[in-house]
């Protein structure tokens, strides 16, 4: 099948469409949804893990962040396997990784087996979503083409809706093992009838950057244990210190690499376009508060107020349904107020919904005094997720959208990674003796980052209005 390049500016209104191409985006979707489901899932089944395998909060943190963490660090090195193998092998590969690794991540006995399946799991996310993407973008076109995208946009809501409350009912019911086991017949199914959906393209001759991908990686690693460890060493000990110092050395690293690379993964001038900077910080805020708040209110829901895993799932439900709320409106926003406006109000809002919860209580009402924070909270975060993307991809040129794509996506696993991990840090007292002193700093820090990031936003994010792109924008 031929593919134009980009020598003409209309490419895509000239490739013909792929046939049977709505199965395959359900197909795909499917699989992205599973990627997204394992984000959140596994927060509601930590405290019956940490039972089960004798887990501390570090290994219960790192239960979360090495899943986003692989999935962030290597996704653009995916998606550079993509291009250099043919888009329709990453997929099968990516998902025969994740499907595998669910299984024995089912079956782990400890932590060592637990967390080396949560990795793969990630690798397997970080091949399967890119290159996942990149079919769904060559095979729709024009108007069809939003419609796809916007399919696949939506699930990022719902996928963290449908992990609380499924995480919570099988965990209830079969056990923890399922919130993974759930993947292997559905990673069957896919594998066993994407082959015949997939539009086969030759691959393109491309540079991988391994180095990269390892360095960009592993500097977040070494950043999340800094993080993880502050929280039962204090922030001044060389436990903690050193690996932050050693972050900042392999970032170091990876900028260097970056900037010495033909081909490089991640090209850093992209951030000095005000649009992708922009998106790549709303969508890390973003992350970091949504992830963060399912962690701490799944943990202080079970350890400290003794709820059961479904009992969580359902007090959750509302806030995962109001994010999906706050992104359709802010869907609508960004086009009517442009993108300043609309991320300022969408983060004052989540600010304003944490702010309660900085006097949490041990007991009374969870109803009447944490739910409607989350809500409110998750409300105005939906907003934010929808503002980052369309400001990255809607503002800069269009042959430069798969790039900034790959920023934004990058910058969300990263964002779940060190919000779970800064969180779990300032909770650690809570997390650890089961008081709500911990929780309540680590809703209060929540609170003062949203209202930051809101003044962040005034100088940083782009007055635009999205949709109004004819061409290449110029800056």
């Not at 010495?260 to 998106?279: E, H, Q, Y």
């Not at 919000?419 to 997390?431: C, E, M, P, Y």
């Not at 003062?448 to 635009?464: E, N, Q, R, W």
Request: charged fraction near 10%; include cysteine; hydrophobic fraction near 55%.
């Amino acid at each position: 099948m031929s593919h134009a390049h980009h020598t003409l500016p209309a490419e895509h209104a000239s490739a013909p469409p792929v046939p049977r191409r709505w199965s395959m985006l359900a197909l795909l979707c499917l699989a992205q949804f599973m990627l997204i489901l394992d984000v959140t899932v596994v927060n509601v089944a930590l405290p019956d893990m940490a039972a089960d395998l004798h887990l501390g909060r570090e290994a219960l943190t790192w239960v979360v962040t090495a899943y986003t963490l692989c999935f962030g660090g290597l996704m653009l090195l995916g998606g550079r396997l993509a291009d250099a193998l043919g888009a329709h092998r990453t997929v099968l590969a990516g998902l025969a990784v994740f499907t595998a690794a669910s299984l024995v991540t089912g079956l782990a006995g400890g932590a060592s087996v637990l967390l080396a399946g949560r990795v793969f799991q990630g690798i397997g996310a970080a091949l399967l979503s890119p290159s996942a993407l990149s079919i769904v973008t060559t095979s729709f076109h024009g108007a069809e083409r939003n419609k796809a995208l916007g399919v696949w946009a939506a699930l990022g809501g719902t996928g963290s809706a449908a992990g609380v409350l499924l995480g919570g009912a099988l965990t209830d019911g079969p056990g923890w093992q399922w919130v993974f086991y759930v993947n292997v017949p559905v990673g069957l199914v896919a594998l066993a009838t994407l082959p015949a959906l997939l539009p086969r393209r030759a691959p393109q001759p491309a540079r991988l950057d391994p180095t990269g991908a390892v360095l960009v990686t592993a500097g977040t690693g070494s950043l999340i244990y800094g993080l993880v460890k502050a929280g039962d060493a204090g922030w001044g000990s060389a436990t903690a210190i050193l690996p932050l110092l050693g972050a900042l050395f392999l970032y170091g690293a990876f900028a260097a690499v970056e900037r010495a690379s033909r081909a490089p993964l991640m090209d850093l001038r992209m951030f000095t376009r005000r649009p992708v900077a922009a998106g790549a910080f709303l969508m890390l805020v973003a992350t970091a508060l949504l992830i963060g708040f399912f962690f701490l209110g799944s943990v202080y829901l079970q350890h400290l107020r003794g709820y059961s895993a479904l009992k969580t799932g359902l007090v959750f439900l509302p806030v995962a349904v109001a994010t999906g709320i706050g992104a359709h409106l802010g869907s609508r926003l960004v086009g009517r107020i442009g993108s300043r406006v609309t991320a300022v109000a969408a983060l004052v809002v989540a600010s304003g919904g944490m702010v309660p919860l900085a006097w949490l209580p041990s007991d009374g009402s969870v109803y009447a005094r944490l739910l409607p924070g989350l809500v409110v909270a998750s409300f105005g975060v939906g907003a934010v997720f929808v503002t980052a993307t369309t400001t990255a991809l809607a503002l800069v040129a269009p042959e430069e959208a798969g790039l900034a794509s790959g920023v934004v996506n990058t910058f969300h696993e990263v964002g779940g990674s060190i919000g779970v991990a800064v969180l779990s840090t300032v909770a650690a007292s809570g997390i650890e003796q089961g008081v709500a002193g911990g929780f309540r700093d680590a809703f209060a820090l929540s609170a003062a980052v949203a209202a930051l990031s809101a003044l962040v936003c005034l100088v940083l994010v782009p007055h635009g209005k999205p949709q109004a792109t004819g061409g290449p924008h110029v800056h």
